[in-house]
């Protein structure tokens, strides 16, 4: 018997053995249900073929033709990817809608004998829940912000905090990118839809009753936007605030960005994409220094006469509280540890961990 279900918390979804996302390849990349399989019925080139077919020939042969490709990509799944599943297999299926896609691959399913269950509205039921938590509904859990100015240590300092048993939202991590001029991660970022389900996926499993540290950043992290749950609850954060010396921030800037510093001709690409109110002769100058390898005077050059006036600039248009300071006169792994724990204690009062 088929099983229906609309429910997608995380406890939910870690109750089945696979979820299965039917749809074509393309649809799957641009956002999926975290944590799922794709094992399209069609893919993307048999799908526009049908399509196409619907459209301007005879809509019974589409249907056939749309019928015979399922068919033949299904007996690939049984055989491939789902052929060492045994009868207690308990899959979660779904496709853009819920309708025909998923239901030709449940129909087979059951026909086998797994135990699926059918996901009620496809794809746009996950999608529904994603924008009514992150456009609808007031962030549940309370973040408290790791703020400070370029090469600080925030990261590396979430990163320990997660460690010590902390909540920690990496909004960087989830969008794949630094939130920087020189901020581009290896495989480019997801599309806004496939960053707010991740998003989404880990405000759900977050403890509400539980402070959770994240990175101050601005509206946008790379080209992906904060949702306006989420922003909303930032911008009313109270903050932790980190301060490092120029020259100490400036090595770890360079070893931080050490992909692009070791390729001259992306360090240069992004150098031309400096604000227009830095003038050509200063742009002229740091790419000179980019040329010539001197990259730890670039990045002293950057923090000191375009990153600190910005991070001064955005401090001033802000009045959130200031939970504590901490002073990090180097950024090495022991001083970065204590400045953890110095956070955790501080911690405390705002409930466990």
């Given at each position: 018997?088929?099983?229906?279900?609309?429910?997608?918390?995380?406890?939910?979804?870690?109750?089945?053995?696979?979820?299965?996302?039917v749809?074509?390849?393309?649809?799957?990349?641009l956002?999926?249900i975290?944590?799922?399989?794709?094992?399209?019925?069609l893919?993307?080139?048999?799908?526009?073929?049908v399509?196409?077919?619907?459209?301007q020939?005879?809509?019974?042969?589409a249907?056939?033709?749309?019928?015979?490709?399922?068919?033949?990509n299904?007996a690939?799944?049984?055989?491939?990817?789902?052929?060492?599943?045994?009868?207690?297999?308990?899959?979660?299926?779904?496709?853009?809608?819920?309708?025909?896609?998923?239901?030709?691959m449940?129909t087979?399913?059951?026909?086998?004998?797994?135990?699926?269950?059918?996901l009620?509205?496809?794809?746009?039921?996950?999608?529904?829940?994603?924008?009514a938590a992150?456009?609808d509904?007031?962030?549940?859990?309370?973040p408290i912000?790791?703020?400070?100015?370029?090469?600080?240590?925030k990261?590396?300092l979430?990163?320990?905090?997660?460690?010590?048993?902390?909540?920690?939202?990496?909004?960087?991590?989830?969008?794949a990118?630094?939130?920087?001029?020189f901020?581009?991660?290896?495989?480019?970022?997801p599309s806004q839809?496939?960053?707010?389900?991740?998003?989404?996926?880990?405000?759900?499993r977050?403890?509400?009753a539980?402070p959770?540290?994240?990175?101050?950043?601005s509206?946008?992290?790379?080209?992906?936007?904060?949702?306006p749950?989420?922003?909303?609850?930032m911008?009313?954060?109270p903050?932790?605030?980190?301060?490092s010396?120029?020259?100490?921030?400036?090595?770890r800037?360079?070893?931080?960005?050490?992909a692009?510093?070791?390729?001259?001709?992306?360090?240069?690409?992004?150098l031309?994409r400096?604000?227009?109110?830095?003038?050509?002769?200063?742009?002229?100058?740091?790419?000179a220094?980019?040329?010539?390898?001197?990259?730890e005077?670039l990045?002293?050059?950057?923090?000191?006469?375009?990153?600190?006036?910005?991070y001064?600039r955005?401090?001033?248009?802000?009045?959130?509280?200031?939970?504590?300071?901490?002073?990090?006169?180097?950024?090495?792994?022991?001083a970065l540890a204590?400045?953890?724990?110095q956070?955790?204690?501080?911690l405390?009062g705002?409930?466990p961990g």
């Amino acid at each position: 018997m088929i099983r229906r279900t609309t429910d997608l918390s995380p406890a939910a979804r870690g109750g089945f053995d696979a979820i299965i996302d039917v749809r074509s390849p393309a649809e799957f990349a641009l956002d999926h249900i975290p944590g799922a399989l794709n094992l399209p019925v069609l893919d993307d080139v048999q799908r526009a073929a049908v399509g196409t077919e619907y459209v301007q020939g005879s809509k019974f042969l589409a249907r056939r033709h749309g019928a015979a490709l399922v068919a033949r990509n299904i007996a690939a799944h049984l055989e491939g990817a789902l052929g060492d599943r045994d009868g207690s297999f308990q899959p979660l299926v779904y496709c853009w809608r819920g309708g025909q896609r998923s239901g030709a691959m449940v129909t087979v399913m059951d026909q086998v004998g797994w135990p699926v269950t059918l996901l009620e509205g496809g794809y746009q039921t996950w999608r529904r829940q994603v924008t009514a938590a992150l456009y609808d509904t007031p962030l549940a859990v309370r973040p408290i912000l790791l703020d400070g100015p370029t090469g600080a240590g925030k990261t590396a300092l979430l990163s320990a905090l997660a460690e010590r048993g902390v909540q920690t939202l990496d909004l960087e991590a989830l969008a794949a990118h630094r939130g920087s001029l020189f901020g581009a991660m290896p495989g480019g970022q997801p599309s806004q839809k496939a960053f707010e389900s991740r998003l989404h996926d880990v405000l759900a499993r977050l403890d509400p009753a539980r402070p959770v540290l994240v990175e101050a950043e601005s509206s946008k992290i790379g080209a992906r936007v904060i949702p306006p749950s989420l922003w909303a609850a930032m911008s009313a954060a109270p903050r932790i605030r980190l301060d490092s010396p120029v020259r100490v921030r400036a090595a770890r800037t360079v070893r931080d960005y050490a992909a692009i510093a070791a390729d001259p001709s992306a360090l240069d690409a992004a150098l031309t994409r400096l604000p227009r109110h830095i003038g050509k002769e200063t742009v002229a100058a740091w790419r000179a220094l980019a040329a010539d390898g001197q990259v730890e005077a670039l990045a002293t050059e950057l923090i000191v006469h375009h990153y600190d006036p910005a991070y001064r600039r955005q401090g001033q248009a802000g009045n959130a509280a200031e939970l504590a300071r901490v002073e990090l006169r180097s950024l090495a792994d022991a001083a970065l540890a204590a400045a953890a724990d110095q956070v955790v204690e501080g911690l405390a009062g705002f409930g466990p961990g």
